[in-house]
Protein backbone atom coordinates (compact mmCIF):
# COMPACT_ATOMS: atom_id res chain seq x y z
CA UNK A 1 0.00 0.00 0.00
CA UNK A 2 2.86 2.55 0.75
CA UNK A 3 4.25 1.84 -2.54
CA UNK A 4 1.01 2.27 -3.85
CA UNK A 5 0.00 5.75 -2.31
CA UNK A 6 2.72 7.44 -4.18
CA UNK A 7 2.09 6.63 -7.49
CA UNK A 8 -1.92 7.42 -6.77
CA UNK A 9 -0.59 10.72 -5.95
CA UNK A 10 1.31 11.07 -9.69
CA UNK A 11 -1.46 9.97 -11.42
CA UNK A 12 -4.34 12.24 -9.82
CA UNK A 13 -1.66 15.57 -9.79
CA UNK A 14 -0.40 14.17 -13.96
CA UNK A 15 -1.18 16.56 -16.61
CA UNK A 16 -3.50 14.32 -18.33
CA UNK A 17 -5.57 13.83 -15.35
CA UNK A 18 -6.14 17.59 -14.19
CA UNK A 19 -6.90 18.11 -18.14
CA UNK A 20 -9.61 15.67 -18.27
CA UNK A 21 -10.56 16.72 -14.93
CA UNK A 22 -10.96 20.43 -16.06
CA UNK A 23 -12.95 19.24 -18.67
CA UNK A 24 -15.71 16.82 -16.54
CA UNK A 25 -15.93 20.14 -14.23
CA UNK A 26 -16.29 23.00 -16.76
CA UNK A 27 -19.19 20.91 -18.57
CA UNK A 28 -20.58 20.50 -15.18
CA UNK A 29 -20.14 23.63 -14.48
CA UNK A 30 -22.01 24.84 -17.56
CA UNK A 31 -24.98 21.84 -17.04
CA UNK A 32 -25.69 23.36 -13.41
CA UNK A 33 -25.79 27.00 -14.99
CA UNK A 34 -28.34 25.93 -17.50
CA UNK A 35 -30.30 23.50 -14.76
CA UNK A 36 -30.86 26.38 -12.30
CA UNK A 37 -31.81 28.79 -15.09
CA UNK A 38 -35.74 28.89 -13.95
CA UNK A 39 -34.84 29.80 -10.59
CA UNK A 40 -32.39 32.15 -11.27
CA UNK A 41 -35.18 34.09 -13.85
CA UNK A 42 -37.15 34.69 -10.80
CA UNK A 43 -33.98 36.03 -8.39
CA UNK A 44 -33.75 39.27 -7.11
CA UNK A 45 -30.05 40.66 -8.40
CA UNK A 46 -28.73 40.86 -5.29
CA UNK A 47 -28.93 37.28 -4.55
CA UNK A 48 -28.39 35.67 -7.81
CA UNK A 49 -24.35 34.74 -6.83
CA UNK A 50 -25.78 33.21 -3.79
CA UNK A 51 -28.09 30.97 -5.90
CA UNK A 52 -26.42 28.26 -7.80
CA UNK A 53 -24.41 26.40 -5.23
CA UNK A 54 -23.26 23.38 -6.98
CA UNK A 55 -22.15 24.58 -10.07
CA UNK A 56 -20.42 27.37 -8.30
CA UNK A 57 -18.43 25.25 -6.28
CA UNK A 58 -17.20 23.25 -9.40
CA UNK A 59 -15.90 26.45 -10.97
CA UNK A 60 -14.13 27.19 -7.86
CA UNK A 61 -12.16 23.80 -8.40
CA UNK A 62 -12.06 24.42 -11.90
CA UNK A 63 -10.26 27.60 -11.56
CA UNK A 64 -8.14 25.76 -8.79
CA UNK A 65 -7.07 22.84 -11.30
CA UNK A 66 -6.34 26.04 -14.00
CA UNK A 67 -3.85 27.24 -11.61
CA UNK A 68 -2.14 23.63 -10.81
CA UNK A 69 -1.77 23.61 -14.66
CA UNK A 70 -0.04 26.81 -15.15
CA UNK A 71 2.04 25.50 -12.36
CA UNK A 72 0.98 27.95 -9.42
CA UNK A 73 -1.60 27.69 -6.96
CA UNK A 74 -5.39 29.99 -6.93
CA UNK A 75 -4.98 29.83 -3.06
CA UNK A 76 -8.75 31.06 -2.77
CA UNK A 77 -10.45 29.25 -5.26
CA UNK A 78 -8.65 25.82 -3.54
CA UNK A 79 -10.31 27.02 -0.15
CA UNK A 80 -13.31 27.88 -1.35
CA UNK A 81 -13.29 24.82 -3.84
CA UNK A 82 -12.29 22.04 -0.86
CA UNK A 83 -15.23 23.44 1.11
CA UNK A 84 -18.18 23.90 -1.37
CA UNK A 85 -17.81 20.52 -3.71
CA UNK A 86 -17.35 18.71 0.01
CA UNK A 87 -20.72 20.54 1.11
CA UNK A 88 -22.62 20.73 -1.74
CA UNK A 89 -21.66 17.92 -2.68
CA UNK A 90 -22.97 15.41 0.34
CA UNK A 91 -26.01 18.05 0.46
CA UNK A 92 -27.69 17.14 -3.06
CA UNK A 93 -26.60 13.55 -2.24
CA UNK A 94 -28.98 13.70 0.92
CA UNK A 95 -31.70 15.64 -1.15
CA UNK A 96 -32.28 14.36 -3.42
CA UNK A 97 -32.40 10.83 -1.35
CA UNK A 98 -34.69 12.61 0.58
CA UNK A 99 -36.73 13.56 -2.28
CA UNK A 100 -36.71 9.58 -3.15
CA UNK A 101 -37.84 9.15 0.44
CA UNK A 102 -40.94 11.43 0.52
CA UNK A 103 -42.22 10.83 -3.69
CA UNK A 104 -40.71 7.57 -4.36
CA UNK A 105 -38.65 8.06 -7.61
CA UNK A 106 -36.31 10.58 -8.47
CA UNK A 107 -35.99 9.47 -11.89
CA UNK A 108 -32.64 8.66 -14.03
CA UNK A 109 -31.88 13.07 -13.51
CA UNK A 110 -32.41 12.51 -10.03
CA UNK A 111 -29.83 9.51 -10.05
CA UNK A 112 -27.31 11.43 -12.49
CA UNK A 113 -27.44 14.26 -9.44
CA UNK A 114 -26.51 11.84 -6.46
CA UNK A 115 -23.61 10.29 -8.36
CA UNK A 116 -22.51 13.55 -9.67
CA UNK A 117 -22.38 15.10 -6.54
CA UNK A 118 -20.94 12.10 -4.60
CA UNK A 119 -18.00 12.49 -6.95
CA UNK A 120 -17.85 16.37 -6.35
CA UNK A 121 -17.33 15.75 -2.52
CA UNK A 122 -15.02 12.75 -3.29
CA UNK A 123 -12.56 14.78 -5.72
CA UNK A 124 -12.67 17.95 -3.21
CA UNK A 125 -11.10 15.23 -0.66
CA UNK A 126 -8.95 13.67 -3.25
CA UNK A 127 -6.93 16.61 -4.11
CA UNK A 128 -5.96 18.09 -0.57
CA UNK A 129 -2.52 17.11 -1.24
CA UNK A 130 -2.42 19.45 -3.81
CA UNK A 131 -4.36 22.52 -1.85
CA UNK A 132 -1.44 25.38 -0.41
CA UNK A 133 -4.14 27.89 0.86
CA UNK A 134 -3.55 30.32 3.90
CA UNK A 135 -5.66 30.68 7.04
CA UNK A 136 -6.72 33.62 5.71
CA UNK A 137 -8.04 32.14 2.28
CA UNK A 138 -10.00 29.69 4.66
CA UNK A 139 -11.53 32.57 6.68
CA UNK A 140 -12.54 33.89 3.03
CA UNK A 141 -13.87 30.38 2.59
CA UNK A 142 -15.91 30.00 5.85
CA UNK A 143 -17.54 33.72 5.81
CA UNK A 144 -18.78 32.77 1.92
CA UNK A 145 -19.66 29.50 2.71
CA UNK A 146 -21.59 30.41 6.02
CA UNK A 147 -22.85 33.78 4.46
CA UNK A 148 -24.44 31.52 2.01
CA UNK A 149 -26.57 29.46 4.25
CA UNK A 150 -27.45 32.55 5.82
CA UNK A 151 -28.90 34.04 1.79
CA UNK A 152 -30.19 30.33 2.08
CA UNK A 153 -32.49 30.01 4.61
CA UNK A 154 -33.25 33.56 5.86
CA UNK A 155 -33.72 35.41 2.58
CA UNK A 156 -35.35 31.98 1.38
CA UNK A 157 -32.97 31.56 -1.73
CA UNK A 158 -32.17 27.56 -1.04
CA UNK A 159 -31.97 25.61 -4.32
CA UNK A 160 -35.53 24.50 -5.29
CA UNK A 161 -37.03 21.10 -3.97
CA UNK A 162 -40.62 21.95 -3.95
CA UNK A 163 -41.41 18.29 -2.10
CA UNK A 164 -38.87 18.63 0.26
CA UNK A 165 -40.03 22.79 0.98
CA UNK A 166 -42.07 21.50 4.29
CA UNK A 167 -38.57 20.41 6.19
CA UNK A 168 -36.96 23.86 5.44
CA UNK A 169 -36.38 24.55 8.81
CA UNK A 170 -34.73 21.55 9.63
CA UNK A 171 -32.62 21.32 6.10
CA UNK A 172 -31.60 24.65 6.96
CA UNK A 173 -30.47 23.28 10.34
CA UNK A 174 -28.86 20.32 8.62
CA UNK A 175 -26.67 22.71 6.27
CA UNK A 176 -25.51 24.84 8.79
CA UNK A 177 -23.51 22.14 10.74
CA UNK A 178 -22.67 20.34 7.11
CA UNK A 179 -20.85 23.94 6.77
CA UNK A 180 -19.26 23.54 9.88
CA UNK A 181 -17.69 20.26 9.33
CA UNK A 182 -16.30 20.90 5.83
CA UNK A 183 -15.01 24.34 7.33
CA UNK A 184 -13.46 21.24 9.32
CA UNK A 185 -12.10 19.21 7.14
CA UNK A 186 -10.48 22.76 5.34
CA UNK A 187 -8.47 23.48 8.20
CA UNK A 188 -7.08 20.31 8.62
CA UNK A 189 -6.23 20.79 5.15
CA UNK A 190 -4.81 23.51 6.05
CA UNK A 191 -2.68 22.70 9.25
CA UNK A 192 -1.84 19.45 7.04
CA UNK A 193 -0.49 21.72 4.68
CA UNK A 194 1.66 24.16 6.98
CA UNK A 195 3.45 21.29 8.87
CA UNK A 196 4.28 19.76 5.44
CA UNK A 197 5.86 23.07 4.64
CA UNK A 198 7.59 23.28 7.21
CA UNK A 199 9.30 19.71 7.45
CA UNK A 200 10.55 20.62 3.54
Excluded at 96 to 105: C, P, W
Excluded at 192 to 197: E, P, V
Aim: proline share 3%; glycine share 8%.
Amino acid sequence: MKTLFPQILYLLGHRTTLTVLFIINFSGTIYGYIWYAPQLSRTEPQFLIFVPDSPTASLFFCLAIAGWLLGTNFKLMEALALITLVKYGIWAVVMNILTLMEIGSIGFTGWMLIVSHFMMAVEGILYIFKYRFTFLHLAIGAVWTLHNDVIDYVYGQMPTYSSLYKYADHIGYFTFWLSIACILISYYSYKKGDYLQKIK
